[in-house]
């Protein structure tokens, strides 16, 4: 591993400038560079140090007689012993003075030097905060943006479908402030402490102070491991693992005074990573020789590079044993703030999106226009996004050493030097650019040996290939085919001849660091000169609408004459003259779901099959038909969005009663939409804010047979700053369908709306197969100031009402109230006769109760008990002597 990290904190872009305060607590008088009235120094390892240390570390002026003569000429203001980290020969004999006359800490620091038992002397190193404020955020959000540009870059998805890390793994960040209670690191924090203030068991920022300069550490904190896949705020690449929080700083949020102390507390309290997001340039051997130990304790030390676009050291990134992060953009190219030196390791995203944001987005002790979330760059980014995927790779194998860790970290980095930008900073920018996927998959840990080959049934003298499956990624592979040439082969993938007939065992072992594995298959390979078919087929696609056809290939070896497919469901019809005895058949689905496909196959030599299980799904909806996510997932509808918005199902869109629904929201950056809070047309919504539309889609309802159809679902939306930023509609065969009010466009009257079932006649597109989508057009984020804008969508219901009308006849008519209705529903008809029978029905047209009665008056009020019905939509019916009247109903 190489040196360290920087020790500047870059703090925050945000929408306003930020006014510069007067910063009380530490003011450097003397050297900005290291530490006003305090020095290192440290016995020579042969020499027997008998001085008593307390328990808080610090020492009696009087038990240290050697300093004497200093006490007399100068103002000694205290002694401690800073360091004693395992007991380390080194730390132990390392002591920290203390003193009033900065001006005099070159006269101490040589009459120190005049001891013959002292090894060295030096000053203390000072790690401070570089803020840079910064207002482009606002206009650089204007167009598209991408707030997690971040993540993509490093292809985190691709990493979390490997493995999402393990709350096991601990990544301590070590910084200003880290605040606790952030909702998206309240769940992910186990352990906390302030340094500064020996006793106080958590990193939170003080009750003072400008926020916005306190946020750093909770911003680095977010960044390697935020609550991910929660429903609020940010994703972060660590996933699942854990944070342990450590403040750093006392008054001053600029300076990091505390550093090195809250590295050894991190250390002592099972901290696997450590991530330092500050820096100086003030080398230190007492701080080299803490970090010594702390390696041997095999944890991973990450630091930043720097932000001031010089190849200078800055410390503690230039450390032996620190993983040194320099800072890229989305491009790959280095930002123009990040140090490059020789002491580089790895690139990280710490700069600017391409179209926006300036910087990453994450968490954050002070509010701004995004929530407590706000976007930062610098290296002090790039640094805890990589620390959060070394506690990834942890999770992977956590018996890696730290070596090994920066082995996987920068063997798997993508080469940038060859981006157009780098050409300046040849051999500067370390490994290059993290790869999240890379490393995952290329986290070594115990082999699991396995391999394969396309086809173990040849004829002979044929050459087949054999591919290693094998998991731990093994670095040495020892192949034995029985039979074979060659019959050895330390090849990943060899190729290998077999000459004679026969059933010949092929075994594999592999081997790793970390072990190694054996996997022996008997008589896995068959030589004959008379094969069987070997059989093989695929598809034009696997996923297809309802009545659409697909085209089968037969890809079967050794020459078959007669082909025989099957399917399951048998749901389909071949078309185009080909039939389940064609070679290679046209196949047309009539039913939607899963289906197995299966071939036999044969020639003189006898008959073979393949049988793909669930290989092919058809999309569609057969009615009546139900949805409410209650598994967490969306069974029949394909969930998208455009750029600026998004699409889920989770238990914040859930109606009353429910689990989960359908939640569509916008973008977590401002800009770019058409339109005010107040005044966005639906025309806008539709026509001009495209990147903002989500989407769920089924591109096939079965209404064949069926006159009459309709659609029902549970409707609710926010809003943060306008009612006309949250827009709802339904598409029917790509045109706009009102509900029975005539209404095509939805938007929220408050942000305390309930959910309102909306009911759509689709009868015009009855007797037919049509494509259906339920539309959003949102323009902010889930909970984006207060709520966002969000639309939530539970319970859809397409049915066949084909029989059931709602209307009257004979001039008979019905008044129900209240409607939706819970508990009694009260009705009152006209027109209808004396004698009157009365019924509910569900929406298919069952009757679900009735009664009938004799001597009903126009005007009567009766009423209707509800209780035992489930929530819906129902028809009240009144047959009587004189006339017929229907009426629809909800119950809540």
């Given at each position: 591993?190489?040196?360290g990290?920087?020790?500047?904190?870059?703090?925050?872009?945000?929408?306003?400038?930020?006014?510069?305060?007067?910063?009380?607590?530490?003011?450097?008088?003397?050297?900005?560079?290291?530490?006003?009235?305090?020095?290192?120094?440290?016995?020579?390892?042969q020499?027997?140090?008998?001085?008593?240390?307390?328990?808080?570390?610090?020492?009696?002026?009087?038990?240290?007689?050697?300093?004497?003569?200093?006490?007399?000429?100068?103002?000694?203001?205290?002694?401690?012993?800073p360091?004693?980290?395992?007991?380390?020969s080194?730390?132990?004999?390392?002591?920290?003075?203390?003193?009033?006359?900065?001006?005099?800490?070159?006269?101490?620091?040589?009459?120190l030097?005049?001891?013959?038992?002292?090894?060295?002397?030096?000053?203390?190193?000072?790690?401070?905060?570089?803020?840079?404020?910064?207002?482009?955020?606002?206009?650089?959000?204007?167009?598209?943006?991408?707030?997690?540009?971040?993540?993509d870059?490093?292809?985190?998805?691709?990493?979390?479908?490997?493995?999402?890390?393990?709350?096991?793994i601990?990544?301590?960040?070590?910084?200003?402030?880290?605040?606790i209670?952030?909702?998206?690191?309240?769940?992910?924090?186990?352990?906390?402490?302030?340094?500064?203030?020996?006793?106080?068991?958590?990193?939170?920022?003080?009750?003072?102070g400008?926020?916005?300069?306190?946020?750093?550490?909770?911003?680095?904190?977010?960044?390697?491991?935020?609550?991910?896949?929660?429903?609020?705020?940010?994703?972060?690449?660590?996933?699942?693992?854990?944070?342990?929080?450590?403040?750093?700083?006392?008054?001053n949020?600029?300076?990091?005074?505390?550093?090195?102390?809250?590295?050894?507390?991190?250390?002592?309290?099972?901290?696997?990573?450590?991530?330092?997001?500050?820096?100086?340039?003030?080398?230190?051997?007492?701080?080299?020789?803490?970090?010594?130990?702390?390696?041997?304790?095999?944890?991973?030390?990450?630091?930043?590079?720097g932000?001031?676009?010089?190849?200078?050291?800055?410390?503690?990134?230039?450390?032996?044993?620190?993983?040194?992060?320099?800072?890229?953009?989305?491009?790959?190219?280095?930002?123009?703030?990040?140090?490059?030196?020789?002491?580089?390791?790895?690139?990280?995203?710490?700069?600017?999106?391409?179209?926006?944001?300036?910087?990453?987005?994450?968490?954050?002790?002070?509010?701004t226009?995004?929530?407590?979330?706000?976007?930062?760059?610098?290296?002090?980014?790039?640094?805890?996004?990589?620390?959060?995927?070394?506690?990834?790779?942890?999770?992977?194998?956590?018996?890696?050493?730290?070596?090994?860790?920066?082995?996987?970290?920068?063997?798997?980095?993508?080469?940038?030097?060859?981006?157009?930008?780098?050409?300046?900073?040849?051999?500067?920018?370390?490994?290059?650019?993290?790869?999240?996927?890379?490393?995952?998959?290329?986290?070594?840990?115990?082999?699991?040996?396995?391999f394969?080959?396309?086809?173990?049934?040849?004829?002979?003298?044929?050459?087949?290939?054999?591919?290693?499956?094998?998991?731990?990624?093994?670095?040495?592979?020892?192949?034995?085919?029985?039979?074979?040439?060659?019959?050895?082969?330390?090849?990943?993938n060899?190729?290998?001849?077999?000459?004679?007939?026969?059933?010949?065992?092929?075994?594999?072992?592999?081997?790793?660091?970390?072990?190694?594995?054996?996997?022996?298959?008997?008589?896995?390979?068959?030589?004959?000169?008379?094969?069987?078919?070997?059989?093989?087929?695929?598809?034009?696609?696997?996923?297809?609408?309802?009545?659409?056809?697909?085209?089968?290939?037969?890809?079967?070896l050794?020459?078959?004459?007669?082909?025989?497919?099957?399917f399951?469901?048998?749901?389909?019809?071949?078309?185009d003259?080909?039939?389940?005895?064609?070679?290679?058949?046209?196949?047309r689905?009539?039913?939607?779901?899963?289906?197995?496909?299966?071939?036999?196959?044969?020639?003189?030599?006898?008959?073979?099959?393949?049988?793909?299980?669930?290989?092919?799904?058809?999309?569609?909806?057969?009615?009546?038909?139900?949805?409410?996510?209650?598994?967490?997932?969306?069974?029949?509808?394909?969930?998208?969005?455009?750029?600026?918005?998004?699409?889920?199902?989770?238990?914040?869109?859930?109606?009353?009663?429910?689990?989960?629904?359908?939640?569509?929201?916008?973008?977590?950056?401002?800009?770019?939409?058409?339109?005010?809070?107040?005044?966005?047309?639906?025309?806008?919504?539709?026509?001009?804010?495209?990147?903002?539309?989500?989407?769920?889609?089924?591109?096939?309802?079965?209404?064949?047979?069926?006159?009459?159809?309709?659609?029902?679902?549970?409707?609710?939306?926010?809003?943060?700053?306008?009612?006309?930023?949250?827009?709802?509609?339904?598409?029917?065969?790509?045109?706009?369908?009102?509900?029975?009010?005539?209404?095509?466009?939805?938007?929220?009257?408050?942000?305390?709306?309930?959910?309102?079932?909306?009911i759509?006649?689709?009868?015009?597109?009855?007797?037919?197969?049509?494509?259906?989508?339920?539309?959003?057009?949102?323009?902010?984020?889930?909970?984006?100031?207060?709520?966002?804008?969000?639309?939530?969508?539970?319970?859809?219901?397409?049915?066949?009402?084909?029989?059931?009308?709602?209307?009257?006849?004979?001039?008979?008519?019905?008044?129900?109230?209240?409607?939706?209705?819970?508990?009694?529903?009260?009705?009152?008809?006209?027109?209808?006769?004396?004698?009157?029978?009365?019924?509910?029905?569900?929406?298919?047209?069952?009757?679900?109760?009735?009664?009938?009665?004799?001597?009903?008056?126009?005007?009567?009020?009766?009423?209707?008990?509800?209780?035992?019905?489930?929530?819906?939509?129902?028809?009240?019916?009144?047959?009587g002597?004189?006339?017929?009247?229907?009426?629809?109903?909800?119950?809540?």
């Amino acid at each position: 591993m190489k040196r360290g990290f920087i020790s500047k904190l870059l703090l925050p872009t945000t929408f306003i400038v930020l006014a510069l305060i007067s910063l009380t607590g530490i003011s450097q008088t003397y050297n900005r560079d290291f530490m006003d009235g305090q020095v290192y120094f440290k016995f020579n390892d042969q020499v027997q140090v008998d001085i008593p240390v307390n328990a808080d570390r610090t020492v009696d002026p009087e038990n240290a007689p050697f300093l004497n003569a200093i006490r007399q000429q100068f103002d000694i203001t205290g002694l401690s012993r800073p360091f004693d980290l395992n007991n380390n020969s080194k730390l132990v004999r390392t002591f920290e003075l203390n003193f009033s006359q900065y001006d005099k800490i070159e006269a101490i620091m040589e009459e120190l030097a005049k001891n013959p038992d002292l090894e060295y002397v030096e000053k203390v190193p000072l790690a401070y905060i570089d803020y840079t404020p910064d207002d482009s955020l606002y206009n650089l959000s204007q167009g598209s943006a991408n707030w997690n540009w971040h993540l993509d870059v490093i292809n985190a998805e691709m990493a979390w479908d490997i493995n999402t890390g393990s709350p096991d793994i601990k990544v301590a960040i070590v910084d200003n402030a880290v605040w606790i209670d952030h909702p998206d690191l309240v769940n992910k924090i186990v352990l906390s402490e302030d340094m500064t203030q020996p006793g106080i068991q958590n990193s939170n920022p003080p009750t003072g102070g400008d926020p916005s300069l306190w946020s750093h550490g909770t911003h680095t904190a977010g960044l390697a491991a935020a609550e991910t896949d929660n429903g609020i705020g940010v994703a972060s690449v660590g996933y699942n693992v854990s944070l342990i929080g450590v403040k750093a700083s006392s008054s001053n949020p600029e300076y990091v005074t505390s550093g090195y102390a809250g590295l050894q507390w991190a250390a002592n309290n099972g901290a696997d990573v450590i991530s330092m997001s500050w820096s100086g340039p003030g080398f230190s051997q007492t701080n080299q020789n803490l970090i010594n130990t702390i390696h041997g304790m095999d944890v991973v030390m990450l630091a930043s590079a720097g932000n001031d676009n010089v190849t200078t050291p800055q410390y503690p990134a230039a450390y032996n044993y620190v993983i040194n992060v320099a800072s890229t953009n989305e491009d790959d190219v280095k930002t123009d703030f990040s140090n490059y030196a020789v002491s580089v390791d790895v690139c990280a995203p710490g700069g600017y999106g391409n179209q926006g944001p300036s910087g990453l987005l994450s968490t954050t002790w002070d509010l701004t226009d995004f929530g407590y979330y706000d976007v930062y760059a610098g290296t002090s980014m790039s640094c805890p996004l990589t620390a959060g995927l070394c506690g990834l790779i942890l999770s992977v194998n956590p018996d890696l050493t730290p070596d090994q860790l920066e082995t996987v970290l920068k063997s798997t980095c993508e080469d940038i030097y060859s981006v157009p930008g780098n050409e300046n900073y040849a051999g500067k920018l370390g490994a290059g650019r993290i790869d999240a996927y890379a490393a995952i998959a290329g986290t070594p840990f115990h082999p699991v040996a396995d391999f394969y080959t396309p086809v173990p049934y040849i004829t002979p003298g044929t050459g087949i290939q054999f591919f290693d499956l094998s998991a731990g990624v093994p670095d040495v592979w020892s192949w034995e085919f029985t039979g074979g040439t060659p019959h050895l082969s330390s090849q990943q993938n060899p190729t290998v001849y077999f000459a004679t007939e026969g059933v010949y065992t092929v075994n594999l072992d592999v081997t790793n660091d970390f072990g190694t594995d054996v996997e022996t298959k008997t008589n896995y390979m068959t030589v004959t000169s008379t094969p069987i078919p070997w059989v093989l087929f695929s598809a034009n696609t696997i996923i297809a609408c309802n009545r659409d056809t697909i085209v089968f290939t037969d890809e079967t070896l050794y020459d078959p004459t007669v082909w025989t497919w099957d399917f399951q469901p048998s749901s389909v019809t071949f078309v185009d003259g080909t039939s389940l005895t064609s070679q290679n058949p046209h196949v047309r689905f009539e039913a939607p779901g899963y289906y197995t496909v299966n071939l036999t196959a044969s020639n003189a030599n006898g008959t073979n099959f393949k049988t793909i299980t669930d290989m092919i799904f058809i999309e569609g909806i057969l009615l009546n038909f139900s949805e409410d996510f209650e598994s967490g997932e969306s069974n029949n509808f394909n969930l998208s969005s455009n750029s600026r918005a998004k699409v889920k199902v989770d238990s914040r869109a859930a109606a009353p009663g429910s689990i989960n629904g359908l939640h569509y929201q916008g973008s977590g950056l401002t800009g770019g939409w058409s339109g005010g809070p107040a005044n966005t047309t639906p025309e806008q919504a539709w026509n001009t804010n495209v990147n903002f539309h989500g989407f769920a889609e089924n591109c096939s309802v079965d209404a064949t047979g069926m006159e009459r159809v309709e659609l029902t679902l549970d409707l609710r939306q926010t809003y943060s700053v306008g009612n006309k930023y949250s827009w709802f509609r339904v598409l029917v065969n790509g045109e706009q369908v009102a509900d029975i009010y005539g209404n095509t466009n939805f938007n929220p009257a408050t942000n305390t709306d309930p959910f309102d079932m909306k009911i759509f006649d689709l009868s015009q597109f009855g007797n037919s197969l049509f494509d259906i989508s339920l539309q959003s057009s949102c323009f902010l984020s889930d909970k984006f100031y207060a709520e966002g804008d969000n639309v939530f969508v539970d319970n859809i219901m397409i049915s066949n009402t084909t029989g059931v009308k709602e209307g009257a006849n004979n001039n008979a008519s019905v008044l129900t109230y209240p409607n939706p209705v819970t508990g009694v529903l009260n009705y009152s008809a006209r027109g209808t006769g004396e004698q009157v029978t009365v019924k509910v029905l569900n929406i298919q047209g069952q009757t679900i109760w009735q009664e009938s009665f004799k001597g009903y008056k126009d005007g009567d009020v009766n009423q209707i008990n509800t209780d035992n019905l489930s929530s819906g939509v129902y028809i009240l019916q009144l047959n009587g002597d004189k006339g017929t009247t229907t009426k629809k109903f909800v119950i809540e």
